[in-house]
């Protein structure tokens, strides 16, 4: 099993320029997630989603979009960057039973000048 | 509402000396908790968990237990080796079994030869 598998790793944007960042589980995992993560702050949820068809907004949502067509896959669209969305990106999966463990891909290092 | 606090950063030890990271947690009702580190350029991976109150969580020599009445989860290691030096985050999971993870911002800790 690859688990969580994030690309790009690493990604220079231009302010206003759009981009997806991919995420893929095959864990058939209900659960997916993205955080950020900057230093000093941990990780803030971005969105998540709890099955194919249903996204919800986390703490920090603002200039993010989702969409969770199947089970597998849970992209992160930046609409027009700002250099405030520097940071990590991270996305997660785990089973929707109780107490289960998460499993994190290596991170999206996004940088937009 | 629910939140994770923990000790700020970095910590510095030499090898074999013991280690406690604090960890304090705010949050209605009985979430589980959770220690998850995170190794230079790669994603968060679960340490140990615990899912009510007096268990105690261990994995590769770090320990921790979940203490209600002091709402902490303190993570502990007897003796730390270089291969330890990581980021490690707190976090607790609240709304069920579809819920959220929260963390902690994180502590760095280095580990001297």
């Known amino acids: 099993n690859a688990g969580v598998t994030q690309t790009p790793k690493f990604q220079v944007l231009k302010t206003g320029q759009s981009m997806t960042l991919q995420c893929a589980q095959d864990?058939?995992?209900?659960?997916m997630s993205w955080y950020r993560q900057d230093p000093g702050m941990g990780l803030r949820l971005i969105h998540y989603s709890v099955g194919a068809g249903i996204t919800d907004q986390g703490e920090v949502p603002n200039g993010y979009n989702v969409s969770r067509s199947t089970t597998e896959d849970f992209p992160l669209r930046l609409l027009s960057a700002a250099p405030s969305q520097t940071s990590v990106y991270f996305c997660?999966?785990?089973?929707?039973?109780?107490?289960?463990?998460?499993?994190f891909g290596q991170g999206t290092r996004l940088t937009v000048v | 509402g629910n939140s994770v606090t923990q000790m700020e950063g970095p910590v510095t030890l030499s090898e074999e000396a013991f280690l406690t990271i604090n960890c304090t947690y705010t949050?209605?009702?009985?979430?589980?908790l959770f220690w998850y580190v995170q190794y230079p350029g790669e994603g968060l991976q679960l340490l140990l968990k615990?899912?009510?109150?007096?268990d105690k969580g261990s994995n590769k020599g770090f320990e921790a237990t979940y203490r209600k009445e002091t709402t902490s989860f303190h993570l502990e290691k007897g003796s730390v080796q270089v291969s330890d030096s990581a980021v490690y985050f707190c976090a607790l999971l609240y709304g069920g079994s579809q819920g959220n993870l929260i963390f902690g911002k994180g502590t760095k800790l280095s580990v001297k030869p």
């Open positions: 997660a999966s785990r089973s929707t039973g109780f107490n289960t463990e998460a499993f």
């Open positions: 864990m058939n995992h209900e659960y």
């Open positions: 949050a209605t009702g009985y979430p589980s």
């Open positions: 615990a899912t009510k109150a007096d």
